[in-house]
């Protein structure tokens, strides 16, 4: 059997007040449709289609990015779910059930689309109404049953008063035969107040004739939606807390949860402590009894065992086990540090990598360099290693000393247990076990004249 999933992201999002799709609107940094189609992705469809809209090329390119075979169908005007669907026509006629879900609901889960999945089987329905229970269900459309059985969705306009004390509400996410909804979508109207075409009343136009039912998933949390900045603020700390809710059960500690931003993806080993204003994002992978923080900022690292990071911004770096950085240091891309590094602070590093127990003190920069193990810089060093037209690279051999306030003019090699003068400018390959000076000669002019007008001030 073949299933299909079609995401709806065609909605501009007035509410917003936004130049982009709604759906581009970010939950922990990440776009409310990219959690969406995370969930897709780990439920294992056949094949799974967006439908855009508005501003059709920024949500085509955020897919594009993303990578996959996903196809991309476009809604020209904005006139409700139903018609949405009808734009991924091709798509219902390759599978055998559809699963349509809102690429502004990022909290739709794999459980969730399981067990739906399951109970329309089971069940043999036509159609599935995706539902939860919730403690507020003001604004959604309401679950109708009769003994338990699923008879309709009710807009919460045309509720009884006795309907409205309803807290089952519909998600707006559906599983279809696809059959039964190919059937369905030319008989829908647009006379409503609205003026639009409903996937609502597919579910309705199905159930005439065949078994339709409504699935409650366990977690409230799938139905949340944004409209508006503050629904998307309350979003982002909905899914903040459910993110520690998580890391706490695994074995990670928190002090305080003040500022601190996790991405859903992150993984963080046990005994692993996160200081507050922290923010990790991406598919970062953290391993035990670290520390991390305070104010530090981690996207797509992998970080090993036992590492300190105070006060540290690092991006597709590589950090080994019991390292310490910080404070104020920076890991930019292609970094690699490995085990036993002390870089203190005001250090930058980019796409170099850094040999064990290898010591940058502070004020330094290394950029484009392979060190090796046992390394010590001086405060102040630099690899210079842009000419303003070409990147080079410097070479560092083990146990080398690289003296306070040395600039190393790339491409050059230090040798092993080379040493390089305080204040020296290396524009030559340093031999191993020798010492490189490159000054210039001291002059001294006596009872220079500037000394005698600044005392006189």
């Known amino acids: 059997m073949k299933t299909g999933c079609i995401i709806l992201a065609g909605g501009a999002g007035k509410r917003m007040k936004s130049e982009r799709p709604k759906v581009l609107c970010e939950v922990l940094k990440k776009p409310m449709i990219g959690w969406v189609l995370d969930a897709a992705e780990a439920f294992g469809f056949d094949t799974t289609g967006v439908v855009t809209g508005f501003r059709r090329e920024l949500t085509e390119e955020y897919v594009a990015s993303r990578g996959g075979n996903i196809s991309l169908f476009f809604q020209p005007e904005q006139k409700g779910t139903g018609d949405a669907v009808k734009q991924a026509v091709e798509l219902i006629k390759s599978v055998d059930r559809v699963c349509v879900l809102c690429g502004d609901a990022p909290f739709i889960d794999e459980e969730t689309l399981r067990g739906a999945f399951k109970y329309h089987e089971e069940n043999h329905a036509k159609a599935t109404v995706i539902s939860a229970e919730i403690s507020c269900p003001a604004g959604y459309g309401r679950i109708i049953r009769d003994g ?122 046990c005994d692993t402590t996160i200081l507050p204003n922290t923010v990790i994002l991406g598919k970062t992978v953290i391993g035990k009894s670290c520390e991390i923080g305070a104010n530090s900022h981690i996207e797509n690292c992998v970080i090993g065992d036992n590492v300190v990071l105070n006060n540290v911004q690092a991006y597709s770096a590589t950090v080994e086990n019991n390292v310490k950085i910080g404070p104020f240091a920076q890991l930019r891309p292609g970094t690699i540090i490995r085990r036993g590094v002390k870089i203190g602070d005001f250090v930058e590093i980019k796409n170099s990598d850094i040999g064990e127990n290898t010591a940058v003190a502070h004020l330094t920069y290394l950029g484009d360099s392979d060190v090796g193990r046992g390394v010590n810089f001086g405060c102040g060093c630099v690899t210079a290693n842009y000419d303003g037209i070409n990147k080079y690279r410097t070479e560092i ?51 220079w004249q500037k000394n005698f007008e600044r005392k006189k001030k």
């Open 148 to 269: 338990g059985i699923f008879k309709a969705i009710r807009e919460q306009k045309d509720c009884s008063p006795e309907e409205l004390e309803i807290c089952e509400v519909n998600s707006g996410a559906y599983w279809f035969d696809s059959g039964a909804l190919l059937d369905a979508l030319p008989r829908l109207t647009d006379n409503n107040a609205g003026g639009e075409f409903y996937l609502t009343d597919c579910v309705e136009i199905i159930g005439e004739n065949s078994p339709v039912c409504a699935y409650k998933s366990k977690r409230e949390q799938i139905v949340l939606g944004a409209n508006s900045r503050k629904a998307l603020l309350e979003l982002n700390e909905t899914a903040r807390l459910m993110v520690i809710d998580k890391l706490l059960d695994d074995g990670v500690s928190f002090i305080s949860t003040d500022g601190i931003i996790i991405s859903p993806e992150v993984k963080i080993g």
């Open 397 to 447: 051999g083990s146990h080398a000393f690289i003296g306070c306030n040395t600039n190393l003019i790339a491409p050059v090699k230090i040798g092993e247990n080379a040493t390089t003068a305080a204040g020296s400018t290396i524009t030559k390959e340093v031999p191993p076990n020798s010492l490189a000076v490159e000054r210039g000669q001291m002059k001294v002019i006596e009872n």
